[in-house]
Nanobody
Framework: QVQLVESGGGLVQAGGSLRLSCTASGTIVRINDMGWYRQAPGKQREFAAT???????NYADSVKGRFTIARDNARNTVHLQMNSLKPEDTAVYFCGARIATSVISSRDYWGQGTQVTVSS
């Protein structure tokens, strides 16, 4: 059984910062890509940022230059530092990871989501 647990969401004023964290636990052989996705009210879930196991990051254009993703492989943790937040960043943020639980089996796992609200 694998779990992803997020933390760090909350309410912040426009221009402020928040840091999200997500830790994977359970029977884990290897964690490949980890990432953050977000879903605003009435919209589909969208990609925000991902990072490979060797640290290569990729960002959505809407967050590039404001968000930074990082991971701590020893702690099975991924962080998302969000700066210069805008009201349009308001969403539920989900952590996702491609995790291998055996040498032949891997799939995507998701956290429960954490709410980020940016007031204008």
């Amino acid at each position: 059984q694998v779990q992803l647990v997020e933390s760090g969401g909350g309410l912040v004023q426009a221009g402020g910062s928040l840091r999200l964290s997500c830790t994977a636990s359970g029977t884990i052989v290897r964690i490949n890509d980890m990432g953050w996705y977000r879903q605003a009210p009435g919209k589909q879930r969208e990609f925000a940022a991902t990072i490979t196991s060797d640290g290569r990051a990729n960002y959505a254009d809407s967050v590039k230059g404001r968000f930074t993703i990082a991971r701590d492989n020893a702690r099975n943790t991924v962080h998302l530092q969000m700066n210069s937040l805008k009201p349009e960043d308001t969403a539920v943020y989900f952590c996702g990871a491609r995790i291998a639980t055996s040498v032949i089996s891997s799939r995507d796992y998701w956290g429960q989501g954490t709410q980020v609200t940016v007031s204008s």
